[in-house]
């Protein structure tokens, strides 16, 4: 199976960008305007409409992204993330969003397991790691319902104890389709 070689193509792409000062239109600080801090899915159908749902431009938030939009470890690099905004970026707000039809939430971790087999990792590695104690197949499960993901998110960052008592952190789910945001937490009800 012959690979697609993106980079040449992103390469000559990028060139182009900064000879024509492209980027000059995207400037900005490192510190957000609207004083925000997202944590969303990876799905590819957000990475512009997200954004552009929430009426963002460039500068306006921090956007931190993994497979779910979840806070897996509270000591995990989302977490962490999050927390970085708030202390190093006077972030006020974090929005935990959510979406359906989350790949994550259906996704089979048997045959994920199976095609990390087919693509050369090794059996014994796997049966090492669980001898250790590591379960891959619990680490690789996302969710089962995107509302309760969403609230064990919220939870998770709103009761950790490095996390100021003073920071909204706001539940949402996004349809990928429309855009259209559904509130499971306003998190100044909580404040």
Known sequence: MELKNNLKEILKF??????GREYEKYNTTKYPDKKIAILSCMDTRLTELLPKALNLKNGDAKIIKNA???IIHPFGSAM?????????????????VGHYDCGVSSMDTDKVIKKMIEKGINIQTLDTLSRAGIKVKKWLH???CVEESVKESVAKVKNHPLMPENIAIHGLIMDPLTGRLDVEINGFDYI
Not at 14 to 19: D, G, R, S, T, W
Not at 81 to 89: A, D, Q, T
Request: glycine share 10%; aromatic share 18%.
């Open 14 to 19: 990028n060139k182009e960008f900064v000879e």
């Open 142 to 144: 996302g969710f089962d």
């Open 80 to 96: 962490r993330s999050l927390l970085i905004c708030v202390y190093e970026f006077d972030i006020e707000e974090i929005f935990i």
């Open 68 to 70: 779910g939009g979840t």
